[in-house]
């Protein structure tokens, strides 16, 4: 019965004939960024960009208080710690994530995903924190184990707190990602023929069954998150929650493709400040 209602929404939403002009290929990532602001502050000029951080909560006053009471005692502290703990313990040889990571792993992860011209291609924060740990002879971890992955980057991307998001598309290859990422970002897919922008873009601000729907901008900066307060979910994992919605086959985590949507959907949120590991609903 739910179901049926969720299909008949959706259904009512593709018939409007959502259009995906709004932004132009081969653009450079500033000009995306600043189309898709265009578009959202039309649609919204009451709302502040800085707010778009706060994903749906910024189309709800009193989601945001209630985001607000909860982030005074987060009740995820402790599970950061753990990330912490992780974090602090070094290798069999000694050296520890910081050994290893630029700036000693403080306020970089606003720079990633990166494109790495050596290996040609995008590298994420998570490939490098596995880089870290083969170089010096551990095994990787794998990416989707919230355990060890998520709990490490719940706490090492705190680190990274109130970091400016600084996505560089500089070369040809770079920019072939990131291409590849929009063209991602924009294709229409699964049973239910939808784009990431069709919700994210065209209907931001719209409810989708309970749901509001977030504004791309501003996504990228807050991962990952705990939903419900002791769920954690890396971005990617989310990506992947949202190709289901519309019964897609989702592209697996770690995989280029999925990588390059992540580097062109990071570079939307570029000049917005990062806070890791926040609660979602
Ligand atoms: C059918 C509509 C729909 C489509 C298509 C869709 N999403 Fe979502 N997405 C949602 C809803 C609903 C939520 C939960 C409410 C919210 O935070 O927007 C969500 C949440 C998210 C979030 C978490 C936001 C936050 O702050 O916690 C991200 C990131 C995201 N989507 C990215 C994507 C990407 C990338 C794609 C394309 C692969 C995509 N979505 C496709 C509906 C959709």
């Given amino acids: 019965m739910k179901q049926q209602i969720i299909m008949k929404l959706l259904t009512v939403m593709a018939g409007l004939g959502i ?56 009740p995820f502290d402790s599970e950061i710690e753990k990330g912490r703990q992780m ?33 040609g291609k995008v590298v994420t ?10 170089a010096n002879g551990e095994e990787a971890f794998k990416l989707n184990d919230m355990k060890t992955m998520g709990l490490l980057t719940a706490y090492m991307r705190t680190l990274s707190d109130g970091m400016m998001m600084n996505i560089k598309a500089e070369t040809p290859r770079a920019m072939a990602a990131y291409e590849d990422g929009k063209k991602t970002f924009f294709s229409r ?42 769920n954690l979910v890396s971005l990617q994992n989310r990506y992947s929650g949202c190709f289901s919605q519309v019964r897609a086959v989702s592209p697996a985590v770690g995989s280029e493709t999925m990588n390059n949507l992540e580097y062109f959907h990071s570079a939307l949120s570029n000049g917005l400040p990062l806070k890791a590991s926040v609660f979602r609903k």
Avoid at 61 to 67: E, F, I, L, N
Avoid at 90 to 119: R, V
Avoid at 125 to 134: M, V
Wanted: proline share 6%; charged share 20%; hydrophobic share 35%.
């Fill in 189 to 230: 897919k699964g049973q239910l023929n939808f784009a990431c922008a069709s919700c994210h873009v065209q209907n931001a601000g719209s409810r989708l069954r309970s749901e509001l729907i977030s504004p791309a901008v501003g996504h990228a900066v807050h991962w990952p998150v705990f939903r419900g307060g002791d």
């Fill in 125 to 134: 924060l998570h490939d490098a924190i596995n880089q870290c740990r083969t």
């Fill in 87 to 119: 974090w602090e313990t070094p290798f069999k040889n000694g050296k520890t994530y910081a050994d290893c990571l630029p700036n000693g792993g403080k306020q970089i992860a606003g720079n990633y995903p990166m494109f790495d011209e050596a290996k």
């Fill in 19 to 74: 259009a995906l002009g709004a932004v132009t290929t081969h653009a450079s990532p500033e000009k995306d960024r600043q189309e898709f602001i265009k578009h959202y502050t039309a649609k919204f000029p009451n709302i502040k960009v800085e707010d778009y951080v706060y994903g749906a909560l910024a189309f709800d006053a009193d989601g945001r208080a209630q985001y607000d009471a909860i982030m005074e005692f987060p």
